[in-house]
């Protein structure tokens, strides 16, 4: 199976960036569609952004425009660039594979342990 790994989650500052890796441990040209969730306290899982393998990229609407998702398939990475950044954007995020479907969260194939971010007010 594919295990996905997060990292660069942290605390940063309203209006800050912050960029999350996941690193996969198969290959990514395997992998049709990643994707980032997150949770935050008291809430339901929620998608933050898709990318499939041909580099289309779909994003909530809270995220979008200031969000940006990209792969790296040589690298076997995938990141997520979070650009000024709110309160309601503190959440634990969650890296996500699926070789076909991974739009909502019974659809996803493989699951990160999660990075936390913290933005301050």
């Known amino acids: 199976q594919v295990q996905l790994v997060e990292s660069g989650g942290g605390l940063v500052q309203v209006g800050g960036s912050l960029r999350l890796s996941c690193a996969a441990s198969m290959k990514l040209f395997r992998i049709n569609n990643m994707a980032w969730y997150r949770q935050a306290p008291g809430k339901q899982r929620e998608l933050v952004a898709t990318?499939?393998?041909?580099?289309?990229?779909n994003y909530a609407d809270s995220v979008k425009g200031r969000f940006t998702i990209s792969r790296d398939n040589a690298k076997n990475m995938v990141y997520l660039q979070m650009n000024s950044l709110k309160p309601e954007d503190t959440a634990v995020y969650y890296c996500a594979a699926s070789v076909f479907n991974i739009a909502t969260p019974n659809q996803v194939q493989y699951w990160g342990k999660g990075t936390l971010v913290t933005v301050s007010s």
């Open positions: 990318i499939t393998g041909g580099g289309t990229t």
